[in-house]
């Protein structure tokens, strides 16, 4: 008997709004994370963050769901475009 360990692999990730569980900043996936297909996500300082900006990422690593996801901005259904 075999068993596939991560079915998710080989899948497109899912384009989702995601928010750190820890300290509520959102999540952006950049660079290579854009086209990697990965479940877990890293709360980390983006080029975005400022001195001012309190939402400077936390260091939290986490897994939002089952599946491969991407994390953007807004989400863009094709009947929205």
């Known amino acids: ?3 596939e360990l991560e079915p998710w ?6 384009d989702v709004v ?13 660079g290579e994370f ?8 890293l709360c980390e300082h983006t080029p975005e963050d ?5 939402k400077t990422g936390c260091g939290h690593l986490w897994v939002p769901f089952e ?8 989400v863009i259904r094709p009947e929205d475009s």
């Open 9 to 14: 692999r080989g899948v497109a990730p899912v």
């Open 67 to 74: 599946y491969a996801t991407r994390g953007v901005l807004e």
């Open 50 to 54: 400022s001195p001012e900006n309190p």
């Open 18 to 30: 995601i928010y750190c569980p820890k300290c509520g900043k959102q999540h952006l996936d950049q």
């Open 34 to 41: 854009l086209t990697r297909v990965h479940r877990k996500h």
């Open 1 to 3: 008997m075999s068993i």
